[in-house]
């Protein structure tokens, strides 16, 4: 929990108070409450007086504030959240410090010592570090798609004005065509007849933060980014399709959702998001626990729903979180993102959803069994039905990245030149070219598994701290019941009905090992994206007569996915016969003929990954 400033919290509370007694709200339940005080701080709220950047060490105050505005039925929203800075008692603002870096200007190349952003952000080195991506990675090979609506008609110039400034490997020698392009701009069905500018909506401002975001980690990754004709479901999955399909894609980013009972609801459209054998990544969202936090703004979106694409068990879902730096860029901590305060303190007193990492149990999909069978997975309260997050990311705005873009869309985008943005957008396109960086998916059907394949290893950070409920992580006994506003779940501490605390507290609460909001935690390194599988380990003679004498051999295995076990084992003996397949660790073979030996054996377990192992036998 942070410490408020003591002028800090009089300055709330006592608006608070004014604004409840403006309300009224005698007889009202406290959700109806809650949604009267939205006209009376609307004006407040949108008051928002800049700062100019200061030093890594002053304290400064801010909101996010949400880019891409709510979803019409049928269509998605992007999930962008700019930072603004404000003046101290602004409601809803939180004080932070400037993005950890070394001592200023300019900006340095990705590997080199960490600056503050221009915008007082982070920079693609502070990603870099922080995450632990060697900067000779380079991603030769893959590449990475993003998938958004509306046309941003100069994103190749923002481009260049990024690289430039941090000393990036710039686009000026790249051609435009498709495939040579280390930026291909496409409409949805691959061409070059580009859709309309973005009409004020926001989405153009998405497109910089995912292609200088990706560009930032994989300086040599080709970059596609397919722009539809608009944010409905059909287009966006039409591009999704064509990116992978026509493009090739070997990575996929979607950096865009809305509630799954209304979004991608047609077979053939959730098909679009189902290509084994490619990385695809998608944002949880911006509002919390089923969406908890569009409450505060009386929005009419469904509840008790997460976030489609990123519900779907053929894609990976990538969390949000808070990332604290130390002065040289390494991390010091990551905490899950919830800007509304303990007990939703903020969103309650001035109804403006903050912003926190989206997530919930599927209404829809069922879970992978690699979540299913996790020892931990009772403690969801999901049952068999799919639980956001896989993995997470940065997508805190306090903490955001600092992009540059010159487009203006109208009133939804911020203004023109370098901010700094969060959200689960930036945590999707960061996650997506890690994978690139590591190979992709390196033949793994769906390669989630391969995350937590890793699961307690050191290549991921286990982040421990907050929650993306209404109360923020706290738990029953410090929270209450707020799911009696009559809203549904709104944390998970509690069931929709009854008083009696619930198993769930893993849904939507950051505990050691897997949870709901950040997953299997988040990268430190490449290593838990690195193709991972079955051991084995052979047992035997070592030295055997040849003649028709037959011999035993042995294998013990283990698997490094939950509820993985090896199904098949295929032992080749070395001498040009055939191989002996079995379902169990043991074969016999008879060698006829005097020689050196290697028994190379393959095991392959239930999620169709293999390994193997050798053994040397002397024939004598």
């Known amino acids: 929990m942070r410490t408020v400033e003591k002028g ?5 509370a006592g608006l608070a108070r004014r604004l409840r007694a403006t309300a009224s709200g005698r007889g009202v339940p406290a959700l109806g409450r809650l949604r009267l005080l939205v006209p009376a701080v609307a004006a407040l709220a949108l008051t928002l007086i800049a700062a100019p950047v200061a030093s890594a060490s002053t304290t400064q105050y801010a909101i996010g504030k949400r880019i891409c505005k709510l979803p019409k039925p049928g269509h998605g929203s992007c ?4 930072r603004v800075v404000v003046k101290k008692g602004t409601p809803g603002a939180r004080p932070f410090k400037l993005a950890a870096g070394a001592f200023g200007r300019p900006a340095v190349a990705l590997g080199s010592a960490a600056t503050i952003g221009p915008a007082g952000g982070l920079t693609p080195s502070d990603l870099a570090t922080a995450y632990g991506v060697s900067s000779t990675a380079t991603g030769t090979g893959q590449t990475v798609a993003t998938v958004d609506a509306y046309n941003d008609p100069n994103i190749r110039s923002d481009l260049a004005t ?10 000026a020698t790249c051609s435009t065509t498709v495939t040579t392009s280390c930026l291909s701009v496409v409409n ?7 859709p309309a500018a973005d009409p004020n909506t926001g989405w153009s401002a998405e497109e910089s933060l995912d292609v200088e975001t990706i560009h930032s980690l994989c300086q040599k990754c080709k970059i596609i980014l397919a722009e ?8 966006l999955a039409t591009a999704e399709q064509t990116t992978a399909t026509t493009l090739h894609a070997t990575e996929i980013t979607n950096s865009f959702g809305a509630a799954e009972g209304g979004f991608l609801n047609t077979t053939a459209e959730r098909a679009d998001f189902n290509h084994p ?3 695809i990544t998608a944002s949880t969202g911006d509002d919390g626990y089923y969406d908890f936090d569009l409450l505060g703004g009386g929005s009419p979106s469904p509840y008790n729903q997460s976030n489609a694409p990123a519900s779907f068990n053929t894609v990976t879902a990538i969390g949000g979180t808070s990332l604290y730096l130390g002065q040289n860029a390494t991390r010091q901590s990551e905490t899950v993102w919830n800007d509304n305060g303990p007990k939703d303190f903020w969103e309650q007193n001035f109804g403006i959803p903050l912003g926190a990492g989206g997530g919930g149990c599927s209404t829809l999909f069922t879970a992978q069994s690699w979540q299913t069978s996790l ?10 039905k799919r639980l956001d997050a896989d993995i997470s990311a940065v997508a805190d705005p306090l903490t955001g990245f600092d992009i540059y873009d010159t487009y203006n869309c109208g009133s939804a985008c911020p203004p023109a030149g370098w901010n700094t943005i969060g959200g689960t957008s930036l945590a999707s396109p960061l996650t997506a070219s890690i994978f690139a960086l590591a190979g992709g998916a390196q033949g793994v059907s769906y390669p989630a598994l391969t995350l937590y394949g890793h699961l307690g290893t050191s290549s991921l950070y286990d982040v421990t701290v907050g929650g993306n409920g209404f109360c923020g992580g706290e738990g029953a006994a410090q929270c209450g019941d707020p799911n009696t506003l009559g809203a549904g779940i709104l944390d998970c501490d509690y069931p929709a009905t009854g008083t009696t605390p619930a198993v769930g507290d893993r849904a939507c609460d950051a505990l050691p090992g897997y949870d709901g909001p950040t997953g299997v935690g988040t990268p430190n390194g490449l290593g838990a994206f690195a193709k991972t599988g079955p051991t084995a380990k052979i047992a035997g003679p070592t030295s055997v007569a040849h003649g028709t004498t037959t011999h035993m051999w042995t294998a013990t295995t283990t698997d490094p996915f939950p509820g993985g076990h090896v199904t098949s084992f295929t032992w080749n003996w070395g001498d040009g016969t055939a191989n002996t397949v079995t379902t169990t660790g043991s074969a016999a073979h008879a060698y006829t003929t005097a020689a050196s030996r290697t028994i190379t054996l393959t095991v392959k377990d239930n999620y169709a990954a293999t390994g193997t192992a050798t053994y040397h036998v002397t024939v004598t």
């Open 8 to 12: 800090e919290y009089a300055t709330r």
């Open 79 to 82: 999930f962008a959240m700019v």
């Open 162 to 171: 990024f690289d430039t400034n941090y000393g990036l490997l710039t686009l």
């Open 188 to 194: 949805q069905t691959g061409g070059s007849t580009l």
């Open 228 to 235: 539809a004709n608009d944010d409905s479901s059909a287009n």
């Open 277 to 279: 054998g490619l990385v």
């Open 375 to 384: 020892s931990v997975y009772p403690s969801t309260a999901c049952g068999t």
